[in-house]
């Protein structure tokens, strides 16, 4: 099964019809979303630039809306099943990492799911390696201390009891160049966790 297939059979398995996706940047994971049948998809991001540039891409997709805003001031009145974070969580602070499950606790329907996906704490080796193949690329941070491996999710979720299954792989690479691609599976750091609170 492909990536998108494994995202696209778990949204017709939970019938899962409202994607949020946050921190769309300039659409890259938005156009592959917008390739999910029978789904309507906000995207976000508080960049304006951002999001004039994806807007512009993605005119003719008529299940996006693109939204410039902060994601901590969304409105709690609107649910979404499904909320993707595609290399966000890494880009704020531990504290941070915590306000994002507890402000999606709020947005998320009762069987919602959140999608994480980002990278290990080991990127920087694979971002020094990425260096000697595509030289102007820049390396990546490591910002976040917030997950070294699997067993830091599974403690972590356990506490908030939420339910976890973990790829050891990015379920949306759809753009990723083949470069990063093939460095990705001789050095994997990357990570999909789909979370889903227990009731
Ligand atoms: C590293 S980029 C990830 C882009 C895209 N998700 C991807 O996977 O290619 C992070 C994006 O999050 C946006 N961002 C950062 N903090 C945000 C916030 N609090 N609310 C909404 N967007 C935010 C940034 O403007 C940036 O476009």
């Not at 980002?118 to 193949?133: G, M, P």
């Not at 001789?186 to 009731?199: L, M, N, Q, R, S």
Request: charged content about 30%.
């Amino acid at each position: 099964m492909t990536n998108l297939e494994i995202l696209k059979n778990t949204f017709k398995k939970k019938k899962s019809k409202n994607i949020l996706e946050v921190g769309c940047n300039v659409g890259l994971v938005t156009k592959t979303l917008s390739k999910i049948p029978n789904i309507g998809i906000l995207s976000i991001d508080n960049n304006k630039q951002h999001v004039n540039i994806a807007k512009k891409k993605l005119k003719f997709e008529k299940n996006i809306k693109f939204k410039v805003i902060n994601f901590f001031d969304l409105k709690e009145s609107q649910k979404f099943d499904v909320i993707i974070f595609r290399e966000f969580f890494n880009i704020l602070n531990y504290k941070k990492n915590k306000q994002i499950i507890r402000k999606s606790e709020k947005i998320l329907n009762d069987k919602g799911l959140i999608i994480l996906i980002d990278f290990y704490k080991s990127v920087t080796t694979r971002s020094n390696l990425l260096q000697i193949f595509i030289k102007s690329k820049k390396p990546t941070k490591n910002l976040n201390k917030f997950v070294e491996n699997q067993n830091d999710f599974n403690k972590y979720f356990k506490k908030e009891k939420w339910k976890i299954k973990i790829f050891n792989k990015d379920l949306l690479d759809q753009h990723v160049s083949t470069v990063s691609k093939i460095l990705e599976m001789i050095y994997p750091v990357k990570y999909t966790v789909f979370a889903y609170k227990k009731k």
